[in-house]
Each structure stands twice: as structure tokens, then as C-alpha cells.
């Protein structure tokens, strides 16, 4: 799930400044279960938008806003935007990046992308995973140390825990705790004997 926060709707008019008969676009995945981007949330956005003195033409919710096939596919699910001159997408930015690649008219973001993160047990968890490539998080019993340890040590512990809690955030539990302790709930914590080279992270 892609973590995403919405802009204060006063951002969002700023960057609308100059344009009018808008197109709104929500997202029926990760911003949908995240409440910024489903159909309630559209709707509102919409109506937010005509009270503020902007014409929007339409809106439509694809399945997800990131695999948006084409623009025919967009005029199928409302052809309103064909009348469109700019289109708002309450998505993340892999979101309003698909969008932009079918349409040719100005595509503004209502939304600010955080993270990958997952939904859980009922809790919302953001900073899951870095997307690095070379994922290994399941020697790690399913907790990722490159995301959720703030050293981002692939050899923990530091040994600066507090009572379980990070050194650097007092507020944030320390991932090499864990770490060890769901490894020891699935019996594995022979894992921890694992050394772990560096992992290069730059750009070729």
C-alpha cells in the first residue's frame, strides 16, 4: 500500500490558481482504503471545489489510479473529459504519474506521497519497506532493518536500545527487538547468526 496524506485544501486551490473546468480522478485501492481518494472522498472534492468557484466538468474511480490502460479507457468511464482542461488526481504520485502519461492537459496532485506501507491487524504502518531491490526481509522474520531501523543496520542490534525503544526516536520501537522477537516466536532466531554484507544503493 502506498501511503499518501492529503494537501490542505487551501494547497490545493493554490496550485488550481489559474485553471478551471477540472476532471477529478480518486483511486479505489490504497487512497480509497486511506480515505483521501474514494468515492466519498471525490465527491466532497468536487463539491469543495464548485463552492470555491471552479467548474468541475466530472469525475471518475478507476480500480486503481497507478494502471490507467489509456485515455479511451478514461473516456469510457465518463466522457466528460474530453471537456476538460486540467485534471486533479487523488492519488499517490505513481498515480498521477500514469494518469499524465495518457492525458494532454495540465494533472495537479491533492495528495502527498509518504511512503510503502501496508495495512495490519487494523493499524495503518507506514515506512514498510525502501523498494532497494535486493529485498532479504525474509531473514528477518517479515521486518524489514533497512526501513524500520533508524541506522538501518543489516547487523543489529546497536546495543542503544531502551527498553525496547530506539536510541534516536524514544517514541519508535527498536526494530532489532522486533526483529528478535518474532524470530523467536517462529522459532528462527538461528538467523540472527546470519552476517549481512553492505548493500550498494547507488545509481548506475
Known sequence: MIITSEKPFEKILALLKNEDNMFVIGCN??????????????????????????????????????????FESLVEKNEKITDACCILVMACGSGVSSVANVVDVPVYCSSDTISLGCSSGGKLISNQCIMCGNCIIDKFGGICPKSQCSKGLLNGPCGGNVEGMCEIDRLKDCAWTLIYERLKKIERLDLLYIVHPPQEHGFK
Not at 472534492?45 to 466530472?58: F, I, N, P, T, Y
Open 29 to 70: 485501492v490504497c487512497a480509497a482504503k486511506l480515505r483521501i481518494g474514494g468515492e466519498p472522498e471525490v465527491l466532497e472534492m468536487c463539491r469543495k471545489l464548485e463552492d470555491s468557484g471552479k467548474h468541475v466538468v466530472g469525475w471518475v474511480l478507476p480500480t486503481a489510479a497507478c494502471s490507467i490502460r489509456s
